[in-house]
């Protein structure tokens, strides 16, 4: 996995979030949150840098970190 930063453009039901890579201004990945923000209760809300693991695929992607 590829490690790019973003921006959360809409939150999602199910802990999902679509966000938009600084890298491919166009393109848009469907994200999930990382494990250990879940345990520690990090918040992430529309308009937050992050930092996302990106698939191989493209198309979906892990938050791993708030900026």
């Known amino acids: 996995m590829v490690a790019e930063e973003g921006i959360v453009k809409e939150a999602l039901p199910g802990l999902l979030f679509r966000v938009s890579l600084k890298a491919k ?7 999930h949150l990382a494990g250990k923000m879940k345990i520690h209760n990090i918040r992430v809300l529309p308009g937050d840098r992050v930092l996302i693991e990106v698939a191989p695929d493209g198309e979906k992607g892990r938050i791993v970190r708030r900026l």
């Open 25 to 31: 201004p166009e393109g848009e990945v469907l994200a």
